[in-house]
């Protein structure tokens, strides 16, 4: 994931695509490890993370708790997860020792094991969490990046361990679908960066992080890192209903945006059932090139993708579509192109994000000029549109878009070369 700027309407001139150059080599901070035997244990009771309040209040009634408190004791708990931070249920203390002891027996609030964290020379930070196997899976590890910027923090979030899809240009889309992950488990990695950022309330916020002017650390949370969120559907539902719910972590709607490549059946279901913004992976104006590049259009083409956008819930001039365009050398960012993309949207609350490409080894394509992405957000700007270039972000981290976990996997391989010599 990258962060944003507005081309040409920042403080610092809006032309700062070229990666910082004070960018030096990330620090590598010890990952508090789990020991293996709570690791153990704690995958063997269920959690009670990314369950609804109904589903909690039942798994609180199978626990024997009087039916008179369910409501209670799930608001109770709901607070201290979600609210707090909780991760022990000796914390919390609004309950008696005995039922904290027998919730404790049934139920876990473990979080992942935080297997490496990177921080950037600009604040960015990266965190490959390593989840426990479900049934007779292998543990997974997916990758949340927060990127601090002015005025907001912003949270990327992965959905699935892989994706199903296979978009040309993302790396992601060359590795094999793993796993959905679960409500809890995405909810987790927002708990888990909240943690590291002592963004609760009563902690201390660690060294070196960069605190928006707001004060709270993670503003933002976009469904931007792994996987295909549409695809995960209900899940992805859980998870942001949890997180923007008012007595816990507390995110407004319209701080949180789902990014689909385009799975239009589940986009009218999105608005209905989870209401946050949304985000399109449009990278092509014509069918024939977002075939290729974005694969899913063969099932649903450039015309169905947008109406289902104009149908949206909720749309005006305060709560717009983003279109998100990755600039691919003589590929898809030709000004005609620039042209076409403004008279697709037009009539549409929408904005428009040029990404530059982030190439990884293998890839088939380059980043656009620089000259010619401006050039094209030109063409966007004077039709009326907010096109904020992506300034890459932690590049010295490789917390990159598409290439969330696959850069540490090869970076973990060349470690695992150097020891053995
Ligand atoms: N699957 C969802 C969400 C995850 S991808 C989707 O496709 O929308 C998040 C964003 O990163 C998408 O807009 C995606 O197209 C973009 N992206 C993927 N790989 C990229 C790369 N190498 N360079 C720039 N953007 C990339
Ligand atoms: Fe999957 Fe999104 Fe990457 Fe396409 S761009 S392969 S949908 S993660």
Redesign the pocket.
Known sequence: MDARIKSGHDDTGGRRLSPPEHARPFEMIAAPALDASTAVAAAERPSLIGLSRPALAEALKAADVPEAQLRMRAGQIWHWLYFRGATDFAAMTNMSKALRETLAERFSLARPEIVAEQVSEDGTRKWLLRFPALGAGRPVEVETVYIPEEGRGTLCVSSQVG?T?T?T????GTQRMVRNLTAGEIVQQILVARERLGDFPDAATPQGAVVPSEGRLVSNVV???????LYNFNNVKEALLIASDGDGIALSKRRITL???GVVPEIPRAGAEIGTML?I?L?AVRDELRNELVPINKKWPIAELLDACRAYPGLSNARRITF?Y?MLKDVNDSLAEAKELVRLLKGMPAKINL??????PG?RYECSDWERIEAFADVVNRAGYASPIRTPRGRDILA????LKSASERMRKSERATAVG
């Open positions: 994706c899809l978009c240009f993302c790396h992601t469904m931007m890192g792994m996987g295909e969120p990014s689909t490549s985000a992976s990278h998100e990755v990404i530059p490409f982030n190439p990884w890839a990159a878009c598409g290439q």
